[in-house]
């Protein structure tokens, strides 16, 4: 074979085997193509369906949402962006996690109104628990005055141990004085029983209902028998808040002039217990004078008007001879009822008046 020849037919080998290579690749791809059909086809199921002249009315006006509907068997379908457009919502395509997100579009002006709505509502939240942490407290600071523990005390309490008493306070925060008042023309004998330790079990009973309220006041006092006016037993708390039974120091002028009226004057009139309180300062002083008058009444009826307000122009006579310009009021009460029996009141440089 010629060189010339030889040529020309390996020319046509080569293009040939190009043509066979073409030929096998074009085979492979479309073997390709035809493996992911069936793929898909076992995978995913295929829809058909076509553009729908139905209308879109929103609120009863027709809207347009550049999309038209898709009729699928009989039905229409939007497209989850154009409902999402048509609401006022956000849209989000998760691909990684092949879903599809919807959420409300915030409006900046609702949000902070919101906020602001939150932060009010918890600075209410925060005032109520102040007010009434305020209001605890002022309820624990709030107490009895010395004439409603009087009460409270002789309306709870009043018997221990078969013996009757009635409990007759006055004072002020710093200082409390205590008259205890038995009969013993009644109770001899129930109180002949008590032991010392019982008698003084009752001055503690009293003790403790006035520092539940004056805890801090230096408490003194004593019993005494209204139907001998006999003092049976004196008493006062030390500073370590013990009992000491003996007479106690009085620390002011008022509690020293009532004193003096309870050691003078509770038997001024015959048969007749009284009991004497004082309250006030330099300027002003009330004085009350207590009378068991049940037990006294027969007595107390005859007494007259003219040495009833004689008896209480003396005692107020005596308090404007230790504090020259005080106004003194003056009454006379029933220790059962707490009601007025007398009244009486001087001004400086005043008449004095007097009322039963």
């Known amino acids: 074979m010629s060189k010339?020849?030889?040529?020309?037919?390996?020319?046509?080998?080569?293009?040939?085997?190009?043509?066979?290579?073409?030929i096998i690749?074009?085979?492979?791809?479309?073997?390709?193509?035809?493996?992911?059909?069936?793929?898909?086809?076992?995978?995913?199921?295929?829809?058909?369906?076509?553009?729908?002249?139905?209308?879109?009315?929103?609120?009863?006006?027709?809207?347009?949402?550049?999309?038209?509907?898709?009729?699928?068997?009989?039905?229409n379908y939007l497209s989850v962006r154009a409902v999402s457009s048509l609401f006022d919502k956000n849209i989000y395509w998760e691909q990684k996690e092949n879903k599809i997100s919807i959420t409300d579009k915030t409006d900046p002006v609702h949000e902070n109104l919101v906020s602001e709505l939150s932060a009010k509502n918890k600075q209410i939240e925060e005032l109520e628990a102040k007010v009434k942490k305020l209001e605890n407290e002022l309820a624990s600071k709030i107490k009895l005055s010395i004439r409603e523990l009087q009460d409270e005390i002789n309306d709870e309490y009043g018997?221990?141990?078969?013996?009757?008493?009635?409990?007759?306070?006055?004072?002020n925060e710093d200082e409390i004085r205590v008259k205890i008042e038995v009969d013993?023309?009644?109770?001899?004998?129930?109180?002949?029983?008590?032991?010392?330790?019982?008698?003084?079990?009752?001055?503690?009973?009293?003790?403790?209902?006035?520092?539940?309220?004056?805890?801090?006041?230096?408490?003194?006092?004593?019993?005494?028998?209204?139907?001998?006016?006999?003092k049976l037993l004196s008493f006062y708390y030390n500073w370590d808040n013990e009992l000491v039974k003996?007479?106690?120091?009085?620390?002011?002028?008022?509690?020293?002039?009532?004193?003096?009226?309870?050691?003078?004057?509770?038997?001024?009139?015959?048969?007749?217990?009284?009991?004497?309180?004082?309250?006030?300062?330099?300027?002003?002083?009330?004085?009350?004078?207590?009378?068991?008058?049940e037990r006294f009444e027969e007595k107390w009826a005859k007494l007259t008007d003219t040495t009833l307000k004689n008896f209480m122009k003396k005692l107020c006579d005596e308090i404007n001879n230790e504090f020259k310009e005080c106004y003194v009021l003056g009454s006379v009460s029933d220790i059962d009822s707490g009601s007025e029996l007398a009244y009486c009141e001087r001004a400086p440089k005043e008449e004095y008046i007097f009322i039963r």
Request: aromatic share 12%; charged share 25%.
């Open 4 to 22: 010339a020849g030889g040529t020309v037919l390996f020319a046509f080998f080569r293009k040939a085997k190009r043509t066979v290579r073409l």
């Open 25 to 75: 690749i074009l085979i492979i791809i479309s073997l390709s193509c035809l493996s992911m059909f069936i793929f898909a086809e076992s995978k995913a199921k295929i829809i058909q369906g076509t553009e729908s002249d139905a209308k879109v009315v929103y609120n009863g006006k027709e809207v347009s949402l550049g999309l038209k509907p898709v009729l699928i068997e009989g039905y």
């Open 159 to 171: 018997e221990y141990e078969g013996v009757s008493y009635k409990v007759i306070l006055s004072g």
């Open 184 to 230: 013993l023309s009644r109770d001899k004998s129930e109180w002949k029983r008590l032991s010392i330790s019982g008698r003084e079990e009752l001055i503690e009973e009293i003790y403790l209902a006035i520092t539940r309220e004056y805890g801090s006041a230096k408490i003194m006092g004593y019993i005494k028998d209204i139907s001998a006016s006999q």
């Open 246 to 293: 003996g007479n106690y120091k009085n620390y002011s002028a008022i509690s020293t002039i009532e004193e003096k009226f309870n050691n003078d004057y509770a038997s001024y009139f015959r048969g007749i217990h009284l009991a004497f309180t004082l309250d006030g300062n330099d300027n002003r002083v009330e004085y009350t004078v207590y009378i068991k008058e």
